[in-house]
């Protein structure tokens, strides 16, 4: 075992996973040997004859399982990244063990006893404010893990976490395959009219990726409404191309989701609460699930009355072309064309000012270094699990080295849909560790020597996923237990949404936008029309939001014990219910394809996205009325929220920095609700 990687903490900087040297088949023995080490460590912790303390029980138990952390990161990675037939066959053996083994230290005995003979007498500890809240972070994850419930519940508990663990794997693999497997196959190029130059030989290209040489493909994007449906002019393949989407592995998932949602009624009826999600978030800075209802019913309304006076703009557009109805497949297609003449905003003009790296550069590491003051220098001597995987090194002001960022932009057909951050490392003080965090995004990858050009959304994506990062790396913690985005799910989106703000600032968009070709800096009245354009789709896009939020809510609102019989059918009556039924509208998500909640980990937790926008919008109105230079409010978001991860509850850290609870207004006037 002595050629594993995994087997030694790695001697690169920083200890970035040696990527060089890991094979597939590294991945099971390390798995085996640190689940089997973890165990080892624990009993170690239960068989001290030594009382329990904080250090020989709760800090023991942070320094556990290492080897199994180091394997899991690099693993998860690279199974959303770039994964193989090898890697899911492992993920389906592996997941319900990692799911026991999670269990089995949660649900032992000897562990929970200590641990809660410490918590008992917590307030005669003299332990420091960060301390304290480990012992109770630990105490409270046992508890909601089922370690104070009666063996045979706990026994049950297992079964149903390893069940669900298997249920997962099986929901993200069937979206895989049949995501590939409807993806749009055309003989010619003429069906793609509208589409630009660039995306017509992307599409040329993913045909000969297949090996189907002269087709042109169109694969699909993970969400419901695919980006080319902006563009094409051909009513029919949109309407083609939207049904592909909308009916992705329907047969397979449908059913896999509602066990799943049914496993998870049970699980949380076990635990004393009334659904999953009353039990997840009791855990939230929600609190109740009264909380989300409340928001959520408050934003339906207005949201769908928007949307409908978008839907009248669009058919006035669409009339010009004999359309007397706007169906979900033509909305994309007239708003580009209203955002055109009304606004005269093109999206295809904009582009050649957006280029990847000029973005990334100028754009979003020049706003952290203005924001912040932290520099990033690319190290390409640091080999990453991916040739397209960039690895980065992260300055602090004072020259001191933070950690590393890998930056992996491009889609793939190995690579799961989205975006998103991960870590690859996570920093704490306690185990001298320094964080390596990663962005993954699904930009086209352009022909060999053309230049990456983004979308205004794809802009955001970049500034949003490394708002992530910068979470991440920012993290001056002791425990890896509250490392950076260890936060509640409903605020973990807040500080990723917050560093979408300096895309538009003024100083930063004249650093980046400018023409790849003549170096043409963005002119002044595009940005004003961009600006004015930027509120029109709001409705639509809220409305989208919205009615995916509900099907989550739907699913885990359920007590245990109810049957579904379709999920379709399900899914219908949750946005009838909730005032979101419109048909020119699908949700962000359909349930059968809502990997989010079905095999990640956002289980009654999409609504976090609004959630935390609350708490965006708030503090982007601080940002700019605050008095202080972007540079000095950097420093003070930085200190008080965003290098304390989850070491101090969430909202205490929003109130250290705005001075106060956090309010709806701003939210309300930037998606147009007010
Ligand atoms: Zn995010």
Not at 128 to 140: F, G, M, V, Y
């Amino acid at each position: 075992m002595s050629d594993n990687p995994f087997f030694a903490t790695s001697t690169l900087v920083h200890e970035l996973p040696p990527f060089a040297e890991i094979r597939e088949e590294h991945y099971l023995p390390a798995f085996d040997q640190g689940m089997a080490l973890q165990l080892d460590e624990i009993a170690g912790i239960v068989a001290d004859p030594e009382p329990p303390t904080f250090d020989n029980t709760v800090v023991a138990l942070e320094r556990s399982g290492a080897m199994l952390k180091r394997v899991a990161a690099a693993f998860e990675n690279q199974g959303d990244s770039d994964t193989s037939p090898g890697l899911q066959e492992l993920d389906a053996e592996i997941s319900p063990r990692l799911a026991r083994h999670r269990d089995a230290v949660h649900l032992d005995a000897g562990l929970f006893a200590r641990i809660d003979a410490l918590y008992r007498r917590r307030s005669e500890l003299g332990l420091d404010p960060e301390s304290l809240r480990l012992l109770e972070r630990r105490h409270t994850a046992f508890v909601r893990a089922g370690a104070e419930l009666p063996a045979a519940d706990q026994q049950r508990l297992r079964e149903i976490n390893a069940e669900l663990a298997a249920a997962a794997t099986a929901f993200r693999r069937n979206l895989m395959d049949d995501t590939r497997a409807r993806a749009i196959v055309l003989d010619g190029p003429e069906q793609l009219a509208g589409l630009s130059a660039d995306a017509v030989a992307a599409a040329a290209e993913n045909g000969r990726a297949l090996g189907r040489d002269g087709s042109y493909v169109l694969s699909l994007k993970n969400f419901s409404n695919q980006t080319e449906l902006a563009q094409l002019t051909d009513r029919s393949l949109r309407e083609r191309l939207l049904a592909a989407s909308l009916g992705r592995a329907a047969e397979a998932n449908g059913p896999l989701a509602i066990r799943t949602a049914g496993l998870r009624a049970e699980r949380a009826a076990l635990l004393g609460h009334p659904s999953h999600a009353a039990y997840v978030v009791a855990d939230e800075t929600a609190g109740s699930v009264a909380a989300v209802d409340a928001m959520l019913a408050r934003l339906a309304g207005p949201a769908v009355a928007n949307a409908e006076r978008e839907a009248a703009e669009l058919l006035a557009a669409a009339r010009a072309d004999g359309l007397t109805s706007i169906a979900a497949h033509d909305w994309a297609y007239y708003a580009e064309r209203v955002r055109q003449s009304a606004y005269q905003v093109d999206a295809a003009e904009l582009r050649p000012y957006l280029e990847l790296e000029r973005v990334l550069h100028d754009g979003v590491f020049f706003a952290a270094q203005l924001v912040y003051g932290v520099v990033l220098q690319e190290r390409p001597e640091l080999v990453a699990y991916h040739p397209d995987a960039r690895v980065f090194e992260v300055f602090d002001g004072d020259g001191g080295s933070l950690g590393l960022f890998v930056g992996d932009f491009f889609a793939r057909d190995s690579k799961r849909g989205g975006a998103w951050m991960n870590e690859l490392v996570q920093q704490s003080h306690l185990l001298g560790k320094r964080p390596v965090v990663v962005n993954n995004l699904n930009i086209a990858k352009p022909a060999p020597g053309e230049p990456a050009l983004l979308t205004w959304d794809e802009v955001r994506t970049l500034f949003h996923e490394f708002g992530h990062a910068l979470h991440g790396l920012f993290s001056d913690v002791r425990y890896p237990l509250f490392a950076g985005t260890e936060v509640p799910r409903d605020f973990v989106e807040f500080p990723s949404q917050v560093n979408e703000m300096w895309m538009v600032r003024p100083e930063v968009l004249a650093n980046y936008a400018r023409h790849h070709a003549t170096g043409e800096p963005l002119p002044a009245e595009l940005v004003e029309r961009m600006a004015a354009a930027e509120s029109f789709g709001q409705g639509f896009r809220t409305v989208e939001y919205l009615g995916a939020a509900v099907i989550d809510w739907a699913w885990h609102t359920l007590p245990a014990g109810t049957e579904v019989a379709d999920a379709e059918e399900f899914e219908a009556q949750a946005l009838a219910r909730a005032g979101l039924a419109v048909a020119a509208v699908p949700p962000r998500y359909r349930t059968a394809y809502f990997s989010h909640v079905f095999a990640g980990e956002y289980s009654a937790g999409y609504y976090a996205y609004i959630w935390s926008e609350v708490l965006d919008a708030d503090t982007v109105e601080w940002f700019a009325s605050n008095g202080l230079g972007a540079r000095e409010s950097g420093e003070v978001f930085r200190r008080e929220l965003l290098a304390r991860g989850g070491s101090r509850p969430a909202l205490d850290c929003f109130r250290a920095v705005v001075g106060r609870d956090p309010e709806i207004g701003p939210l309300l006037a930037r998606r147009g609700l007010a």
